[in-house]
């Protein structure tokens, strides 16, 4: 077993008023690949939403820590400067602020140092590249009028250029056509190329996972996980859908 | 991990705050009388139709009631402003080594010497009453280009030109603080571009009040003859004071046949200020007007300028910001007149208000009768940092002709709490988050300015965001 890079004890996250998660325990390594998988509405995005911070989300109980410090005590900057990253599901449009001056601002609050403007040009372009999109997004504004492929590479751009130690993707497959799925994988996959990049992936879908590296696969049904495995759960759950899983544990 | 204090008395503006004791200065008495404002037309060896106007304005003055239908202007008592203040210094300049040390410093730290070197084409610098320096490059002066002062103009060749001109698009009975600028105005620029002269790179005049408790009465008179192109620049600042100061500056601008002038602004007066400024540009056939605005310091501000389309196709667009913080009161926006036909215009302006501060767009869109086939459209926005702050929408239309395309759009929003969450996911912080947001709010008006002014009003905007102590 690698060093513990995240775990999450008994969490219990409320959504206004309601139980989403019920006591839901997860560890994760450094260097590890994880997938969660399980049906619409048991609380998968619930628990990315939560341990990023998002706003609305109440943990009533239990712990989550990364590297041994407390993220439930950090606001969501801090988390982020702690390592976390969040692919989101739905990335939000800002007006007025160019992709690029985004993501230099970014590294620039996290590491306090000044990014220069021609370097971190050459390292975006090429990263545009990667995954897909034309040199000229970096001028445009974040994700306004972006398409929901173009969005989803986006993530995967910024995921790519702040190089966090664990970084959560909640249905970052969801809605792309088969092309953007490759293209999106492909991104991925680089970012496990670097040493020591965890993942924890949300999906329902086993397509984007082909090409990767999994080393566990947890099964969340109504806010628990009720099965963890290794990467033959994924062509069980494709084969057989959720059914045989609910009522376990 | 410390987060920078949002909620202070008022932000650190160490950048437009340094001032110099005046002492060497020449000034008039507090308050307007006869005497004051022969000894003005004195000082400025006015011809002396320039005195007889002067004077006529001042009868106007007293006549014409005070503005009742803005935000208050009661903190404003004339008897106490100065309305003449000349910088120790004998002349205007050409080299800004003639030009006094305190005086040059001042617009060192304002970075006006280094932005002429770089991206200006000529440079004007008013400290209090009177243009300090004035230059343009030898290669404009050349095509013909006359940028200088105005009293300068008033003796020289233009002379006819600026007395068929001057207060003709504002005169003095227009309202008070005309008339007032009409009896009491001193510096300011005048640029002429002859036909068919482009001048590629912006001419730019600064304005600074140094003084504690004066008046700034600059007049600006612009011609840009037929298919020529101007881009102007007119920047202002002052210290803060405990005691009012007021700003009546005028601004007139004749845009020739197929002529296109640009003209921006960043107003960043300091928070005892009250800007009552008028600004009005005429527009003959094919011509177009651009204002780019940008409105963040005063305490109380009225400012609409107007643009009057006088010729068959003629254009106007008018953007603008205003950022209105603690103690603020804004009321800005513009004013078109289509009086021809087939004439177009475009509005859209951003609002931002603060820690209680107001900011209130007013515009009016006239389409006179003869005025067919003309297209206006407004759009303005506003956004309320907060639940103290107040912003307000009032525009007029006004549609003489059926054969008329007007729209109009107005939407008032907050910060959105998504947005921020985002950015914070990324590691930004809170303030930072919401400093963006608003920044990229402001983004009509930082995108048509040239770079070096963009990350000014940028910077600008951050400063009242964050509201750093100092």
Same mark, same amino acid.
């Given at each position: 077993?690698?060093?513990?890079? %995240?775990?999450?004890?008994? %969490?219990?996250?409320?959504?206004?008023?309601?139980?989403?998660?019920?006591? %839901? &325990? @997860? /560890?994760?390594?450094?260097?590890?690949?994880?997938?969660?998988?399980?049906?619409?509405?048991?609380?998968?995005? /619930?628990?990315?939403?939560?341990?990023?911070?998002?706003?609305?989300?109440?943990?009533?109980?239990?712990?989550?820590?990364?590297?041994?410090?407390?993220?439930?005590?950090?606001?969501?900057?801090?988390?982020?400067?702690?390592?976390?990253?969040?692919?989101?599901?739905?990335?939000?449009?800002?007006?007025?602020?160019?992709?690029?001056?985004?993501?230099? /601002?970014?590294?620039?609050?996290?590491?306090?140092?000044?990014?220069?403007?021609?370097?971190?040009?050459?390292?975006?372009?090429?990263?545009?590249?990667?995954?897909?999109? &034309?040199?000229?997004?970096?001028?445009?504004?974040?994700?306004?009028?972006?398409?929901?492929?173009?969005?989803?590479?986006?993530?995967?751009?910024?995921?790519?250029?702040?190089?966090?130690?664990?970084?959560?993707? &909640?249905?970052?497959?969801?809605?792309?056509?088969? &092309?953007?799925?490759?293209?999106?994988?492909?991104?991925?996959?680089?970012?496990?190329?670097?040493?020591?990049?965890?993942?924890?992936?949300?999906?329902?879908?086993?397509?984007?996972?082909?090409?990767?590296?999994?080393?566990?696969?947890?099964?969340?049904?109504?806010?628990?996980?009720?099965?963890?495995?290794?990467?033959?759960? @994924?062509?069980?759950?494709?084969?057989?859908?959720?059914?045989?899983?609910?009522?376990?544990? | 991990?410390?987060?920078?204090?949002?909620?202070?008395?008022? =932000?650190?503006?160490?950048?437009?705050?340094?001032?110099?004791?005046?002492?060497?200065?020449?000034?008039?008495?507090?308050?307007?009388?006869?005497? =004051?404002?022969?000894?003005?037309?004195?000082?400025?060896?006015?011809?002396?139709?320039?005195?007889?106007?002067?004077?006529?304005?001042?009868?106007?003055?007293?006549?014409?009631?005070?503005?009742?239908?803005?935000?208050? =202007?009661?903190?404003?008592?004339?008897?106490?402003?100065?309305?003449?203040?000349?910088?120790? !210094?004998?002349?205007?300049?050409?080299?800004?080594?003639?030009?006094?040390?305190?005086?040059?410093?001042?617009?060192?730290?304002?970075?006006?010497?280094?932005?002429?070197?770089?991206?200006?084409?000529?440079?004007?610098?008013?400290?209090?009453?009177?243009?300090?320096?004035?230059?343009?490059?030898?290669?404009?002066?050349?095509?013909?280009?006359?940028?200088?002062?105005?009293?300068?103009?008033?003796?020289?060749?233009?002379?006819?030109?600026?007395?068929?001109?001057?207060?003709?698009?504002?005169?003095?009975?227009?309202?008070?603080? #005309?008339?007032?600028? *009409?009896?009491?105005?001193?510096?300011?620029?005048?640029?002429?571009?002859?036909?068919?002269?482009?001048?590629?790179?912006?001419?730019?005049?600064?304005?600074?009040?140094?003084?504690?408790?004066?008046?700034?009465?600059?007049?600006?008179?612009?011609?840009?003859?037929?298919?020529?192109?101007?881009?102007?620049?007119? *920047?202002?600042?002052?210290?803060?004071?405990?005691?009012?100061?007021?700003?009546?500056?005028?601004?007139?601008?004749?845009?020739?046949?197929?002529?296109? $002038?640009?003209?921006? +602004?960043?107003?960043?007066?300091?928070?005892?200020?009250?800007?009552?400024? +008028?600004?009005?540009? +005429?527009?003959?056939?094919?011509?177009?007007?651009?204002?780019?605005?940008?409105?963040?310091?005063?305490?109380?501000?009225?400012?609409?300028?107007?643009?009057? $389309? #006088?010729?068959?196709?003629?254009? #106007?667009?008018?953007?603008?910001?205003?950022?209105?913080? #603690?103690?603020?009161? $804004?009321?800005?926006?513009?004013?078109?007149?289509?009086?021809?036909?087939?004439?177009?215009?475009?509005?859209?302006?951003?609002?931002?208000?603060?820690?209680?501060?107001?900011? !209130?767009?007013?515009?009016?869109?006239?389409?006179?009768?003869?005025?067919?086939?003309?297209?206006?459209?407004?759009?303005?926005?506003?956004?309320?940092?907060?639940?103290?702050?107040?912003?307000?929408?009032?525009?007029?239309?006004?549609?003489? !002709?059926?054969?008329?395309?007007?729209?109009?759009?107005?939407?008032?929003?907050?910060?959105?709490?998504?947005?921020?969450?985002?950015?914070?996911?990324?590691?930004?912080?809170?303030?930072?988050?919401?400093?963006? =947001?608003?920044?990229?709010?402001?983004?009509?008006?930082?995108?048509?300015?040239?770079?070096?002014?963009?990350?000014?009003?940028?910077?600008?905007?951050?400063?009242?965001?964050?509201?750093?102590?100092?």
């Amino acid at each position: 077993m690698p060093e513990i890079l %995240l775990n999450a004890s008994n %969490l219990k996250v409320s959504v206004e008023d309601k139980s989403i998660l019920k006591g %839901l &325990d @997860i /560890t994760i390594g450094r260097g590890e690949t994880h997938v969660i998988m399980g049906p619409n509405g048991a609380g998968k995005s /619930t628990l990315a939403a939560a341990l990023m911070g998002a706003p609305g989300y109440e943990v009533t109980e239990g712990s989550a820590t990364l590297e041994s410090k407390d993220l439930l005590e950090m606001n969501v900057s801090e988390r982020a400067r702690a390592g976390l990253f969040l692919s989101f599901q739905n990335p939000v449009e800002v007006p007025g602020i160019s992709l690029e001056s985004f993501l230099r /601002t970014s590294l620039e609050q996290r590491t306090g140092e000044k990014v220069k403007l021609w370097d971190f040009r050459k390292k975006i372009r090429a990263v545009l590249e990667t995954v897909g999109l &034309d040199a000229s997004y970096a001028e445009r504004d974040l994700n306004v009028g972006f398409s929901g492929g173009e969005k989803k590479k986006a993530e995967i751009l910024q995921l790519l250029l702040l190089k966090p130690k664990l970084a959560i993707l &909640d249905e970052t497959d969801s809605g792309l056509d088969v &092309d953007a799925v490759r293209t999106v994988s492909k991104g991925i996959e680089e970012f496990q190329n670097n040493e020591d990049a965890s993942l924890l992936i949300i999906t329902h879908n086993a397509a984007i996972l082909d090409s990767l590296k999994v080393d566990k696969v947890h099964i969340l049904i109504d806010g628990r996980i009720v099965k963890t495995g290794g990467p033959e759960l @994924i062509s069980e759950v494709s084969e057989q859908g959720f059914v045989k899983f609910e009522g376990e544990e | 991990m410390s987060e920078e204090k949002t909620h202070v008395e008022d =932000i650190d503006r160490a950048l437009y705050d340094f001032r110099y004791e005046d002492k060497d200065a020449f000034k008039v008495e507090g308050g307007l009388s006869e005497e =004051i404002v022969e000894q003005i037309s004195r000082e400025k060896n006015d011809p002396s139709w320039m005195r007889d106007f002067r004077l006529r304005s001042l009868e106007i003055y007293r006549r014409t009631p005070m503005p009742d239908w803005g935000p208050s =202007i009661e903190g404003l008592n004339m008897d106490n402003i100065v309305t003449y203040v000349r910088p120790n !210094t004998e002349r205007m300049n050409t080299k800004w080594e003639d030009v006094p040390e305190n005086i040059k410093n001042t617009f060192e730290k304002l970075g006006i010497p280094e932005a002429e070197r770089k991206s200006l084409a000529g440079v004007g610098a008013q400290y209090d009453s009177e243009l300090v320096y004035h230059n343009v490059r030898e290669e404009v002066a050349r095509r013909g280009v006359i940028y200088t002062d105005i009293e300068s103009a008033l003796h020289g060749e233009y002379a006819d030109m600026i007395k068929e001109k001057f207060m003709k698009l504002v005169p003095p009975e227009d309202h008070k603080f #005309a008339a007032l600028h *009409g009896a009491v105005w001193s510096g300011g620029s005048f640029v002429y571009v002859p036909s068919g002269v482009s001048v590629e790179i912006p001419l730019q005049s600064y304005f600074r009040l140094n003084a504690p408790g004066a008046g700034q009465f600059e007049h600006t008179l612009i011609i840009v003859d037929e298919g020529a192109y101007l881009h102007f620049i007119e *920047g202002c600042s002052a210290p803060k004071y405990n005691v009012a100061n007021l700003h009546a500056g005028c601004v007139e601008l004749y845009v020739g046949k197929n002529a296109t $002038l640009r003209y921006s +602004t960043i107003e960043n007066w300091s928070k005892n200020m009250y800007n009552l400024n +008028t600004k009005r540009a +005429t527009v003959a056939e094919g011509g177009k007007v651009e204002w780019v605005s940008g409105s963040f310091g005063s305490h109380v501000s009225y400012l609409y300028p107007m643009s009057i $389309l #006088a010729g068959r196709k003629a254009r #106007a667009e008018f953007t603008g910001v205003t950022f209105a913080g #603690a103690g603020q009161n $804004l009321d800005t926006g513009c004013k078109i007149f289509h009086i021809a036909p087939e004439t177009t215009s475009y509005v859209n302006t951003r609002s931002i208000s603060k820690d209680g501060g107001i900011s !209130t767009f007013r515009s009016g869109v006239m389409i006179g009768h003869k005025a067919e086939d003309s297209k206006a459209a407004v759009s303005c926005q506003s956004l309320m940092v907060d639940d103290v702050s107040r912003s307000d929408t009032i525009p007029a239309m006004e549609v003489n !002709t059926d054969k008329a395309d007007i729209g109009h759009e107005a939407k008032i929003g907050r910060i959105p709490s998504d947005a921020v969450y985002y950015l914070m996911s990324r590691g930004i912080s809170e303030d930072e988050a919401r400093a963006l =947001i608003v920044s990229g709010f402001a983004d009509n008006v930082s995108k048509e300015l040239p770079l070096e002014y963009a990350v000014e009003m940028n910077n600008l905007i951050r400063l009242e965001m964050k509201g750093a102590i100092g």
